[in-house]
Structure formats: structure tokens, C-alpha cells
């Protein structure tokens, strides 16, 4: 082979060399910047709920077994339905407003914020109890967050006709904590409202009365008496009906992205408003859009409070973190099969 015809072969390879460098260089330009599926499903979910004035709050979606657990939750904004246009109070329509990702209990040391006075329970007796996460119930069609009260009704017809026991939290807690003289009633079930939507007094309360079933609410003392949500007097009703009023924060607040002076005043004074005016203890914390962090955990062992309940899914167990105690989110869009599927079918 010639001098020139080595030449021409180098260069000939050498300009393959750099288009495919090229092609390759624009194949990775378009990944980039072309959004998945899964980004456009995001955004759409983002983009549809901004239109919607009025917000709430949702955890994950689970799917029908709580063994089964999706990566990301969706959270929404409960801010208050104040209107300044008109004398109308919008009923609360919580909606999904935007994608948050779960809480990273991974960073957190849990034996580091057990609560004080808590014995850690043995792996050989093992307490898994569900805890039912609800939201808002009055009619909107298409909301995850919100349960039709025909469907809470339903609901809490099969749990009665299928020796199911909804249960205070007192008693929640002593079967947690297995105190002795305190025997499992038949299928405990424990249910929680979050956020304290005024349909709670209107529609939930009067559906659990005719079953005697109790309830625990987390609500936001901060937003008492704001549109669409239960004022004092009502809150006052539920606990009457048998229902343990417990903090959820004062204002709903993402806890992780305040200080930790902020913090501190948001979980205790929620605490000591419900406690002053309701008469009872409140030391039993719900994480609004089921975030925490470090701070968040140290603020409720230094301040006393026994436990925590998160929107991570599953079953709650004894052998969770005090602090971390899971729950099933209810979709109100959900049908009457994929709720029984979320519930242990024995003790
Ligand atoms: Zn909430």
C-alpha cells in the first residue's frame, strides 16, 4: 500500500470517527430534552390542579395490597378556601396539586427518636394493625382524596357485617404497646380523618354513629373556622361522637423546609390549642403531606409526643418506629373489592 492510499484510508476512518462522535452527540441532545411519559403525566397532573382553587391534601396512591408500595407519593396543598370575591363558602374540593417525593427515613436513625418510656417490642410478637387514611367526604367526582359518603357508607357496612372493630386510639395505642388486660378486639381497624374538612361533622360523623364506630382526626388549629373546614364547635361535636382530636400542625406546613424554631412552634402549638380547648392530650402527630425530617423527629421526642403517623403504606406494626407508623390511603375512587383487598382477612 502507497503512502497516499494510507493517507486517504486514515482520513476516510477518521471521518466516520467524527459522525458517528455527531450522530451520537444528537441522539443524546434529543434524550434529554425530549420529556417521558412519565415527566408528561407528572406535569399534566401538576398543570390540571392548578386551575383548581381549592386544595387538600392526598398521600400515595396504593395499589390494592399494601405490600405493594409506589415510589413516589402525591401530596396536595390544604391552604385555606378563603374567597375574597363572594359570601359563598366553596365546599373544600381537595385536589392532587403537586408531586412531592416521599420522605427519606433512610437519612433518619430511628432508635435515635424513640419516644421515652417506649419498650421495644420483641420480633416474636409481632402487633399489625390498618390504619385507614381519609380525607374529605362529600361528592367530587374524579378526586382520589375525596370518598362519596354512599361510599364511606358502604365501607363501613362491610367492616361491620365482616367483624371488623374500629378502635379509639387509646385502645390503638394499648394494643401497640401490648399492655397487659387489654385483649384484641375481633379485626381492629383503626380509622383517621386528615386535615379537618367541615364534611367530617356533616357526612363522616353521622355514618360512623349508626355503626358506633370511633375515629381520630388531625387537623390544623390554624386553619379552624377557615371555609371548608371544621370550626371549634364541630371539632367539639366529633369528640363527643367518640373521635380523638390529635395535631396535624398548625398551619399544614412542608415541616422539612422550616427552621427549627418554626418547627417547634408548629407541632407544639397545634398541640396545646387542641389540648386547651378540647380538654384532652394531644400528643400523637400526624406529618402534613407526610413530611419529616431530622428536626421533625427530634422535635417530638424533646417535647414528648408517643407517636407519629406517616402516608408511607402498610400496615401498622409495633415493630415500626414510633415515629414512623405507616397507613393505607383510602381513594375515594376506588372500588368496594380493591378496599377489602387492603384489609387482613383475620386477625
Ligand atoms: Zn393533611
Redesign the pocket.
Known sequence: MNVRRKRFLFYTVLAGLFTLLFLFFISGLNSSTAPTLIEVQAEELIQSSVSTPVPA?VSSLPPDKPEQLLPAQVDTI?TATSSDQSDVIPAPTPSVQELTAPPQPTSVTVDTYMPNGVVTPSASSKVSIPVLNYHSVTMDPGNVVVISPAKLEAQMKYLHDHGYTPISLTTFINLIEKKSGHAAPDKPVLLTF??GYVDNVEEAMPILAKYNFPATLFMSPGMVEDAGYLNWEQVKQLQQAGWDIQP?GMT?PHLPKLSAAQQVYEITEARKLIEEKLGTQADVFCY??GEYNETTLKVLKDHGFRYAFTIDQGYTTNQQSPYLLKRLFINGEESLKAFINKLPKSN
Open positions: 391534601e390544604p386528615d386535615d396535624h399544614h402534613p403531606y
